[in-house]
């Protein structure tokens, strides 16, 4: 059939149409695409992200950016005070200086046989006055010197803490990430059980038709296969909780899908507990943050003795111009009633023992000494701490080597009890039996090689050193 004009036209404009609406929905998919990113993260890669991204490590870097602008300016206590200010006053009575004076020169003037000078109208002018200020003060006091040190002790336990914060970041995200791949390794151990469950309904299938094997052998396999398919699923969607729960904590956006890349495989050091106490417990961070902190408490009593045993000195000069008579030259009528002054001025009630000087100096005492009390605690508990991991590696190693030979007896246990149950001569539940002491000899073989790497971050996090290049 010939199609007319405007049967053209219908068509076009139905193509058009077409067009524009598959374009529409590509973009639509594009942006759905767009949304749900992936990226793949090697456990690096997941640190560098996290020290990027973290909000308590941001958090940290103010306080530490604070702290460094204190020690940076520490110097500005030393800088003179200087004020400016002016006031205009209106006084209630009406006083003018002038006419008294000229009153009490009155009897010299008729001594001399001069006439008395006529007094001076007094006008609005004669209530106001004008007063200027120029003030300058330095305060100086040996108290100032420990007190610049002290804000240079704080700016550098500021830098421990930084420390501290950022190992302790490293450590935490290190650790989250190895155990996501010990679930996902447990995960694959219980996917690839799965699908031996299902070759073994299938074989169990083929069998009953072959009339090797009873209606019930098939019943059980069946049973056995989807018994395990809801638990599959199950971990399935705990895994991707904890991965979507791992990127919130990297900082990546929402919905990104996460793809671990790496494997739980320590290389093992040799560890000497004496050396390494000789050599690295004093560098636990704990230990230095109360180092640092015990040296900020001895300043402060030392800044507290030097405001007690020594005076201050403050210098001041002033300028101050008043103009009385607001209605001729200022430069003509006005007077300086500024003044330079040297004052030493010394507190002698801090020197009694009872003052709250004097108290808050005892009190700083006995915190040094719990400080220090603390701090021996925390070195004998930090060598006790080395010692009780390197045995735990040590017993975590001897575990690795053990459990790599008894995968291979429980797989070849495996491998014989399958041959002998696809002859007939064992029954279903003897090769789940020995399904699940290979799987079992796998994930004990990968949770020890977990537990060996996490032992030795956190040893390597007490002796504040890397143990493994």
Same mark, same amino acid.
């Given at each position: 059939m010939k199609m007319t004009g405007r049967g053209k036209v219908v068509v076009f404009f139905i193509i058009i149409a077409t067009t524009m609406t598959s374009f529409l929905f590509s973009q639509? #998919?594009?942006g759905r695409t767009a949304e749900q990113a992936e990226i793949s993260l090697t456990v690096e890669q997941a640190v560098a992200y996290a020290n990027q991204n973290s909000k308590t490590l941001k958090s940290s870097a103010i306080d530490l950016e604070m702290k460094?602008?204190? #020690?940076?300016?520490?110097w500005n206590q030393f800088l003179p005070s200087v004020n400016i200010s002016g006031t205009i006053s209106r006084s209630n009575e009406k006083m003018d200086t002038s006419a008294a004076m000229m009153e009490s020169l009155g009897p010299l003037f008729g001594a001399m046989g001069l006439p008395a000078?006529?007094?001076? !109208?007094? %006008? !609005?002018?004669?209530? @106001?006055?004008l007063v200027g200020n120029v003030g300058i003060s330095w305060s100086f006091s040996f108290a100032l010197i420990d007190g610049m040190k002290l804000v240079k002790k704080q700016y550098e336990a500021g830098l421990i803490t930084w420390d501290q914060t950022v190992r302790q970041n490293e450590l935490q995200i290190r650790k989250l990430f190895y155990g996501l791949l010990l679930q996902q390794e447990s995960l694959s151990l219980q996917k690839q059980t799965l699908e031996n469950a299902r070759l073994r309904m299938e074989q169990a299938r083929v069998n009953y038709r072959n009339g090797l094997i009873p209606e019930l052998t098939l019943l059980q396999a069946q049973v056995a296969y989807e018994n395990a398919r809801p638990t599959i699923m199950k971990q399935e969607q705990a895994m991707s909780q904890q991965l979507d729960l791992f990127g919130f904590m990297l900082g990546l956006p929402a919905g990104t899908k996460i793809t671990l890349e790496g494997a739980i495989d320590p290389s093992f050091v040799d560890l000497n507990p004496d050396r390494l106490i000789s050599l690295y417990a004093q560098n636990h961070p704990d230990i230095l943050s109360l180092q640092k902190n015990l040296e900020i408490l001895n300043l402060n009593l030392k800044l507290q003795n030097m405001q007690a045993y020594t005076p201050a000195l403050q210098l001041s000069w002033g300028f101050q111009p008043v103009v009385s008579d607001?209605?001729?030259? @200022?430069i003509d009528t006005y007077m300086d009633n500024g003044a330079f002054s040297a004052t030493l001025a010394w507190n002698l009630t801090n020197l009694l023992p009872f003052s709250a000087n004097r108290q808050s100096a005892k009190d700083t005492k006995d915190n040094i000494r719990? $400080? /220090? $009390?603390? $701090? !021996?605690t925390l070195i004998e508990k930090t060598e006790l701490d080395i010692r009780t991991k390197v045995d735990a590696l040590a017993q975590s190693q001897a575990a690795i080597e053990a459990s790599a030979g008894n995968i291979q007896l429980a797989q070849r246990s495996y491998d014989m009890t399958l041959v002998a149950y696809r002859n007939g001569t064992v029954e279903l539940l003897d090769v789940r039996d020995a399904e699940s002491q290979l799987n079992q000899a796998k994930l004990g073989l990968v949770n020890e090689k977990f537990n060996y790497l996490s032992g030795l971050l956190d040893l /390597?996090? %007490?002796l504040n050193t890397k143990l493994v290049d």
């Amino acid at each position: 059939m010939k199609m007319t004009g405007r049967g053209k036209v219908v068509v076009f404009f139905i193509i058009i149409a077409t067009t524009m609406t598959s374009f529409l929905f590509s973009q639509s #998919d594009q942006g759905r695409t767009a949304e749900q990113a992936e990226i793949s993260l090697t456990v690096e890669q997941a640190v560098a992200y996290a020290n990027q991204n973290s909000k308590t490590l941001k958090s940290s870097a103010i306080d530490l950016e604070m702290k460094k602008r204190a #020690d940076s300016y520490k110097w500005n206590q030393f800088l003179p005070s200087v004020n400016i200010s002016g006031t205009i006053s209106r006084s209630n009575e009406k006083m003018d200086t002038s006419a008294a004076m000229m009153e009490s020169l009155g009897p010299l003037f008729g001594a001399m046989g001069l006439p008395a000078p006529a007094a001076k !109208e007094i %006008t !609005e002018a004669d209530h @106001w006055m004008l007063v200027g200020n120029v003030g300058i003060s330095w305060s100086f006091s040996f108290a100032l010197i420990d007190g610049m040190k002290l804000v240079k002790k704080q700016y550098e336990a500021g830098l421990i803490t930084w420390d501290q914060t950022v190992r302790q970041n490293e450590l935490q995200i290190r650790k989250l990430f190895y155990g996501l791949l010990l679930q996902q390794e447990s995960l694959s151990l219980q996917k690839q059980t799965l699908e031996n469950a299902r070759l073994r309904m299938e074989q169990a299938r083929v069998n009953y038709r072959n009339g090797l094997i009873p209606e019930l052998t098939l019943l059980q396999a069946q049973v056995a296969y989807e018994n395990a398919r809801p638990t599959i699923m199950k971990q399935e969607q705990a895994m991707s909780q904890q991965l979507d729960l791992f990127g919130f904590m990297l900082g990546l956006p929402a919905g990104t899908k996460i793809t671990l890349e790496g494997a739980i495989d320590p290389s093992f050091v040799d560890l000497n507990p004496d050396r390494l106490i000789s050599l690295y417990a004093q560098n636990h961070p704990d230990i230095l943050s109360l180092q640092k902190n015990l040296e900020i408490l001895n300043l402060n009593l030392k800044l507290q003795n030097m405001q007690a045993y020594t005076p201050a000195l403050q210098l001041s000069w002033g300028f101050q111009p008043v103009v009385s008579d607001i209605t001729s030259k @200022w430069i003509d009528t006005y007077m300086d009633n500024g003044a330079f002054s040297a004052t030493l001025a010394w507190n002698l009630t801090n020197l009694l023992p009872f003052s709250a000087n004097r108290q808050s100096a005892k009190d700083t005492k006995d915190n040094i000494r719990k $400080l /220090e $009390l603390s $701090l !021996e605690t925390l070195i004998e508990k930090t060598e006790l701490d080395i010692r009780t991991k390197v045995d735990a590696l040590a017993q975590s190693q001897a575990a690795i080597e053990a459990s790599a030979g008894n995968i291979q007896l429980a797989q070849r246990s495996y491998d014989m009890t399958l041959v002998a149950y696809r002859n007939g001569t064992v029954e279903l539940l003897d090769v789940r039996d020995a399904e699940s002491q290979l799987n079992q000899a796998k994930l004990g073989l990968v949770n020890e090689k977990f537990n060996y790497l996490s032992g030795l971050l956190d040893l /390597e996090y %007490t002796l504040n050193t890397k143990l493994v290049d």
